[in-house]
């Protein structure tokens, strides 16, 4: 299941502070549903709403942005999918930043929205670029690992494990997970617990 | 990479499979649900025709988004009465065990399970809620997983990981009077920072874990997260194996004898290697108050609000945003702060000993005028622990309402919320932006007994003088 994802390219959009975490992006209220449907237009509401259109997802200039340019720690804090489905939804295919929390990175994967990271000078860099100039084409590029806009080209960095899910399309890991079934009955039958107590297999 | 932990031979033991792309297939000895994470998971199982592998091993409750002033069904808020709906018909559909509202084990995940010996040393345990780490207080490898990867779960028992490094973190000493375990986490993540621990698992270690009881261990784990690290656990032993012995799900007779040298052989080998280790003196800890919007800007009751210049460069940013948003000045003293709310419960402070703590503090004492103070219990079983012993009384009678279990404020999906720009103390795990329900409100992190005391003062205090 899942589509290649070799590189992402597009406009981008800058997002600076650190540890901005996940009820920011999507607050608690926003879970109240049974589906992810309409998360996009909530992505980061309340800091939309205190800066009163300054927030880059409401400046005119970014609209249409696939990139989305972070700091330190992006994601930290719940486990909501519904964090990555809100950015996602508003429109951003990728995410470059100096590092993301696992939790949501785990997310970003499982729905196929690659995270890259970069030292905190490259990303600087990259958002200053984009704020200088936000109708150039940032491409990231999973397969030679690196981040270009412009003459500018630097590297970026995700793990072997998960670059290999994207690049290869098999980032929807359910299906090979499903499929190993007999594997996962031994393991599960060489487990002592499994067998002792009310909740044996 | 570390060696002979028991984050490596549980990870070892529950490999699967290596998968194309090199991450592990892990299989979850258990995998529990709720109603806010798993309905979209449902949905996509059902779109893709795959059925529940194992439905022995999930275990489902309602926690976040319940009432916890009337529970008469159906809730006031449609939405959340569609929530519950869909979890009960989802566990039905799927034969999954729920303990729904009245059946006396409901509760907030990561309370009922523990007390109902679900969780057990040794075990992988994943719930779509990022505070699953609770449970590595009893050695078990647990950790938060988003929507999609409870589908995966719930369709394959396993999950797609890479493995973690490991850090030994060793707290040695006894805790001074007035210091709680809720501290001792505060003061690891403002030391180590709130990205500290991404990439690691945390092994606390040290005789002062070794002192704490069960429910100071959950208190600790509870919050690896908030420091960044997925999952964090402290080494089964006597206490462990004590809490566990007649739970409901512990194993029984034969089969305890082989669990305890079972769970014995997992511990970490006292010759392991660590990618990491830090030690801390339990004696330099001191009750801890955040100021700020992430839980790692906290500092000990009696000292200053940090000054820019004071801070580490790459840590003033978030400062500056902390200083506008919670409207608390560089160098101003934490103590004597003034507060509207105080709330007692959640994952991290919502047990029996908590409230025991905060009630001791509360004892022939009134709330100060003008606050609202109230106490969530973290499940119908403490709950009804607490009024065996006289615990509700003893907090009405101080002016605190006492409360149905639930997730409360602590992320406020519910009808508990902060109002406009009032500040709360919180024994909860989060000071985020918004997070208690206001998109301008407030919350100062502390201990049980420290919001207890900020409730009878009306503003922070130190505990230490009222105990």
Not at chain 2, 239 to 248: E, F, G, I, M, P
Not at chain 2, 289 to 316: C, H, M, S, Y
Request: aromatic share 8%; with cysteine; proline share 4%.
């Amino acid at each position: 299941m899942g589509s290649e994802i070799k590189q992402v390219s597009g406009r981008a959009v800058p997002l600076v502070g650190d540890d901005i975490d996940t009820d920011r992006i999507i607050p608690a209220r926003f879970l109240k549903a049974i589906t992810f449907d309409g998360l996009g237009e909530n992505a980061f509401i309340d800091d939309r709403t205190a800066l009163k259109g300054e927030h880059p997802f409401d400046q005119t200039q970014y609209q249409g942005a696939n990139v989305l340019i972070v700091n330190r720690n992006f994601g930290c804090g719940s486990s909501r999918e519904h964090a990555p489905q809100a950015i996602a939804k508003w429109g951003i295919k990728a995410l470059i930043g100096e590092s993301f929390a696992e939790i949501f990175f785990g997310n970003c994967v499982a729905i196929g929205v690659p995270c890259v990271t970069a030292d905190g000078a490259t990303v600087k860099q990259l958002q200053e670029l984009v704020t200088a100039n936000p109708q150039a084409t940032v491409t990231v590029n999973l397969e030679t690992l690196q981040v270009q806009i412009g003459d500018f080209t630097a590297p970026v960095f995700i793990g072997e494990g998960s670059r290999n899910m994207f690049v290869s399309g098999s980032w929807d890991a359910c299906g090979q997970l499903v499929a190993n079934a007999d594997k996962i009955r031994s393991t599960a039958a060489k487990l002592p617990y499994v067998g002792w107590g009310k909740l044996a297999v | 990479m570390s060696k002979g932990t028991l984050f490596d031979k549980v990870w070892d033991l529950h490999t699967v499979d290596t998968l194309p792309s090199g991450l592990t297939q892990l299989f979850i000895g258990l995998h529990l649900i709720h109603e806010v994470t798993s309905p979209q998971a449902f949905a996509m199982l059902r779109e893709r025709g795959l059925e529940v592998l194992f439905p022995q091993r999930t275990v489902a409750t309602v926690d976040h988004i319940v009432p916890t002033d009337n529970q008469v069904r159906p809730f006031a808020d449609s939405v959340a009465e569609a929530m519950i709906q869909a979890l009960e018909q989802n566990c039905q559909e799927n034969n999954l065990t729920f303990y729904n509202i009245g059946s006396g084990n409901q509760g907030i995940v990561h309370v009922i399970a523990p007390e109902l010996g679900l969780t057990q040393p040794g075990m992988t345990i994943a719930c779509g809620d990022s505070h699953t780490s609770s449970h590595g207080a009893f050695g078990a490898i647990a950790f938060g997983i988003g929507t999609s990867q409870v589908r995966d779960v719930l369709a394959s028992q396993t999950l797609a990981l890479a493995k973690l490094k490991v850090r030994k973190i060793e707290v040695n000493g006894t805790l001074n009077p007035g210091v709680y375990a809720k501290d001792v986490i505060l003061h690891i993540i403002r030391t180590l920072g709130v990205k500290g621990g991404v990439g690691y698992a945390y092994e606390f270690a040290g005789t002062t874990f070794e002192a704490m009881n069960m429910e100071e261990r959950m208190t600790v784990c509870n919050m690896a997260i908030e420091g960044g690290a997925r999952c964090g656990y402290v080494n089964p032993d006597q206490v462990t194996y004590d809490y566990l012995q007649d739970r409901d799900f512990a194993p029984k007779g034969a089969d305890w004898e082989q669990a305890v040298t079972w769970w014995e052989s997992i511990k970490s080998d006292a010759d392991a290697e660590y990618d990491d280790v830090v030690v801390f003196d339990a004696a330099e800890i001191s009750p801890t108050v955040t100021w700020g919007i992430t839980p790692g800007q906290g500092i000990g009751i009696n000292q200053f609000i940090p000054k820019p210049e004071e801070l580490a460069e790459e840590d003033r940013f978030v400062a500056e945003e902390a200083y506008r948003y919670m409207d608390l000045l560089p160098g101003q003293p934490i103590k004597g702060t003034k507060i509207d709310v105080c709330f007692i419960g959640s994952c991290t402070n919502g047990r029996i000993s908590d409230l025991r703590e905060a009630a001791k503090i509360a004892q022939g004492r009134r709330v100060a005028e003008g606050i609202k103070a109230f106490v969530v219990p973290g499940s119908e079983r403490v709950k009804q622990a607490a009024e065996a012993e006289g615990l509700d009384k003893i907090f009405a009678a101080a002016g605190f309402e006492w409360r149905e279990p639930g997730c409360s404020m602590c992320l406020a999906m519910n009808p508990d919320k902060l109002q406009g720009r009032q500040i709360s103390a919180s024994s909860s795990n989060r000071n985020f932006k918004g997070r208690q329900g206001s998109a301008s409100g407030r919350t100062l992190l502390m201990s049980p007994a420290m919001v207890a005391t900020a409730a009878i003062k009306g503003e922070v205090a130190d505990v230490r003088d009222l105990l």
